[in-house]
């Protein structure tokens, strides 16, 4: 399949977050609590990361790709548009309830209302079926051992590529952060993002 730059892509949640930041992003106080009210919100309905040109650019060059946890199908949605092929996998439909940080980890996807795409039904260890692909990893959850078993089963089986996005402070267990540094990070950078956030994209060699 033929790729288009990413830029000619439609990505609501991107325009959406830029008019936020031109609003809200520059002021402290009650406009901060408001811009994080939003970034609630829009979570809700897109995603944990804003993709940006860069990381869109970064998994179309890296296609085909395998995502664990990929919620509601939105950056699959854009990487498809994008021209990557993307298998999106997730453990939990998205229920439309809302995200509880005290509920106990990994029972259900409370954040979701939505599909952008088809995400098919499938735990972390679905990473081993594909090691052909690339996996990416986009702000899997920092509560339960998800991304590093992931990583471990697409290991097993000979995958060699991954894509990790997200704030490592807040996203994927500490086994899976330690695992990071065993391999080869190729490339590392900020994404755009909520100023709450310190997010990066990463693409490391197994
Ligand atoms: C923090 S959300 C991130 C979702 C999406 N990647 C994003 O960036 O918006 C974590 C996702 O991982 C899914 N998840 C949790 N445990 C899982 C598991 N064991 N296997 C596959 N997906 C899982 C949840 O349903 C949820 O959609």
Same mark, same amino acid.
Do not use: L
């Given at each position: 399949m033929r790729s288009r730059p990413s830029t000619t892509i439609r990505n609501p949640y991107r325009d959406e977050f830029l008019a936020a930041m031109e609003r809200l992003?520059?002021?402290?106080g009650a406009r901060t609590e408001e811009l994080y009210r939003r970034r609630s919100e829009l979570i809700g309905r897109y995603a944990f990361a804003v993709p940006d040109d860069r990381a869109i650019g970064l998994l179309v060059r890296l296609a085909p790709i395998v995502e664990i946890? !990929?919620?509601?199908g939105y950056w699959a949605w854009c990487l498809a548009q994008a021209g990557a092929d993307v298998i999106a996998l997730d453990k939990f439909s998205p229920d439309g309830a809302l995200y509880d940080? !005290?509920?106990?980890?990994?029972?259900?996807?409370?954040?979701?209302?939505?599909?952008?795409r088809p995400v098919l039904r499938a735990d972390e260890? @679905? @990473?081993? @079926?594909?090691?052909?692909r690339t996996l990416f990893l986009c702000w899997?959850?920092?509560?339960?051992?998800m991304a590093h078993t992931a990583l471990a089963a697409y290991r097993a089986a000979g995958g060699r590529r991954l894509v990790y996005i997200g704030d490592p402070a807040s996203s994927g267990d500490p086994r899976f952060h330690a695992a990071l540094e065993t391999l080869a990070c190729v490339e590392r950078f900020r994404i755009e993002?909520?100023?709450?956030c310190d997010e990066w994209c990463a693409h490391y060699e197994i």
């Open positions: 992003g520059r002021h402290d946890g !990929a919620g509601n940080s !005290a509920a106990p980890c990994g029972v259900e996807n409370t954040w979701f209302d939505d599909e952008w260890t @679905a @990473a081993g @079926a594909h090691p052909d899997p959850d920092p509560r339960s051992y993002s909520w100023p709450c």
